[in-house]
């Protein structure tokens, strides 16, 4: 019993020296009103302050710049963009333009793995949603564009439409910047940007490369070509339909 009262005392005599002010040994409430602002005394020990969670400065900086980063990618590749989501009309109108003939492919069935009813937003959009939240290369668009003019004109005679159009696109952006850029994102960051999961957006890829029978080189003289017409019509602000020549088969 002396023993607790003497240390008790210790206590509240460390604390008074620290706080300026002459505690007496016992837990009077004059001892109580000295104890400094912010503290608590709970059975005569005096107990720290709330811990307060800061959010670092640091933190803060690199995630103002990445948001930096994002505007100006996304503000230098507008033009692009555009160029890219008049590209994809285009081809969708030769979707429709065919659903009438007599050679119009049958519909298969592992097709349906590229609808997706979770994004809502029109093509355009994202579009604009993609290229400013994946920071790969030009040559990974241009390529992706490729990659989907060789799967419409393959064996399987891919039919693309407004339904499957956005997963087509994102899958194969995903697979032309694997193969041609030193840094590219997981399949996860992908399938965020669309709203499906990890595991569907692997089996995209894995089809979509059975579609290109996992040929994922492309012929130079194409690849050229489409560059050159993308970024005229990225250029070219007032242009509303894109012209298309035919492009030599890979």
């Known amino acids: 019993m ?12 460390k604390a008074g020296t ?15 009103a000295a104890t400094p602002t912010g503290d608590s005394q709970l059975n005569g020990v005096r107990t720290p302050p709330p811990i307060k969670v800061l959010r670092p400065r640091m933190l803060e900086r690199v995630l103002n710049s990445d948001a930096r980063e994002a505007e100006q990618r996304w503000r230098s590749r507008k033009p692009l963009a555009a ?46 949603k993609v290229m400013k939240n994946i920071d790969c290369s030009s040559s990974a668009y241009i390529i992706a564009l490729l990659y989907i003019d060789r799967i419409r004109a393959g064996p399987y005679r891919f039919d693309m439409h407004d339904s499957n159009a956005k997963l087509l696109v994102l899958t194969a952006v995903m697979i032309a910047s694997k193969f041609v850029d030193d840094k590219w994102y997981s399949n996860y960051h992908y ?12 089996q995209l890829e894995l089809y979509m490369l059975e579609l290109l029978d996992f040929r994922c080189c492309v012929n130079q003289e194409s690849y050229r070509g489409l560059e050159k017409r993308i970024l005229l019509s990225a250029m070219d602000s007032q242009k509303n339909v894109f012209i298309h020549a035919k492009l030599p088969r890979n």
């Not at 002396?2 to 210790?10: I, L, N, Q």
């Open 83 to 128: 160029a890219y989501y008049r590209y994809l009309q285009w081809m969708l109108r030769g979707n429709e333009n065919n659903a009438g003939s007599e050679d119009y492919p049958p519909w298969v069935e592992s097709y349906s793995l590229f609808f997706t009813a979770s994004c809502t937003i029109s093509l355009k959009t994202f579009i604009a």
């Open 191 to 202: 399938g965020r940007i669309a709203g499906i999961n990890n595991r569907r957006m692997n």
């Open 2 to 13: 002396g023993f607790e009262r003497s240390a008790s005392s210790c206590v509240k005599r």
């Open 18 to 32: 620290r706080s300026g002010v002459r505690e007496c040994s016992t837990g009077s409430p004059q001892a109580m």
